[in-house]
């Protein structure tokens, strides 16, 4: 059974920092690249970070140089550092493989992060 429970959010101030992780079970962690997805109020699930199986990492602009994920395989964990946070980046961040498992159909409860001064 696929459980992906992510922890956390919170409120923090604009320009501050969080520490997001993602723990994994019921997949094959270390042969999967993994993603933190956000999805605000209104908009779509995107993808904001991206590290293959062998720790090579991708970001879109929006989030270049302010977000940096890693992997613990022999925990089955992936994390998102998020510093210089905005106000822009309240949303609730998911984890999951990338691409998503069973094309998208499976989500964890997520962690809200809220940036608001």
């Known amino acids: 059974q696929v459980q992906l429970v992510e922890s956390g959010g919170g409120l923090v101030q604009p320009g501050g920092s969080l520490t997001l992780s993602c723990a994994a079970s019921?997949?094959?962690?270390?042969?999967?690249?993994m993603g933190w997805y956000r999805q605000g109020a209104g908009k779509q699930r995107e993808l904001v970070a991206r590290?293959?199986?062998?720790?090579?990492?991708n970001y879109p602009d929006s989030v270049k140089g302010r977000f940096a994920i890693s992997r613990r395989n022999d925990r089955n964990t992936v994390y998102l550092q998020m510093n210089s946070l905005k106000v822009e980046d309240t949303a609730v961040y998911y984890c999951?493989?990338?691409?998503?498992?069973?094309?998208?159909?499976?989500w964890g409860k997520g962690t809200l992060v809220t940036v608001s001064s």
């Open positions: 019921g997949i094959l962690f270390a042969g999967s690249a």
């Open positions: 590290v293959s199986t062998g720790g090579d990492t």
């Open positions: 999951n493989t990338d691409p998503p498992i069973n094309w998208g159909t499976y």
